[in-house]
């Protein structure tokens, strides 16, 4: 079983950064695919970016970046320009292929605002 646990949300200013952060507990296997999404108020949940061990990447907005440190079970995600449409409960996600399994954490909030 694996636990998530995100970090590094708050209150930017429009064009301001923020970087996320994503901890888990247990055992992160080397196929795992760690995952952004956000959910803005009021629509459904949507894919922000993936990263893969090997560091590959699927990103949905060139502002955004994800990372990952395989050592510390840890996954990142930068996120510059914001923009008050950004403004979600931004949520890491482990989707595991052998066995298949996901893993979801509590969501952090990012609230874009002047």
């Known amino acids: 079983q694996v636990q998530l646990m995100e970090s590094g949300g708050g209150l930017v200013q429009p064009g301001g950064s923020l970087r996320l952060s994503c901890a888990s507990s247990g055992t992160v296997f080397s196929a795992d695919i760690f995952a952004w999404y956000r959910q803005i108020p009021g629509k459904q949940r949507e894919l922000v970016a993936t990263i893969s061990s090997g560091g590959g990447k699927y990103i949905t907005d060139s502002r955004f970046s994800p990372s990952r440190d395989n050592a510390k079970n840890t996954a990142h995600l930068e996120m510059n320009n914001l923009k008050p449409e950004d403004t979600a409960v931004y949520y890491c996600?482990?989707?595991?292929?052998?066995?298949?399994?996901?893993?979801w954490g509590q969501g952090t909030q990012v609230t874009v605002s002047s």
């Open positions: 996600h482990l989707r595991r292929v052998e066995p298949m399994q996901e893993f």
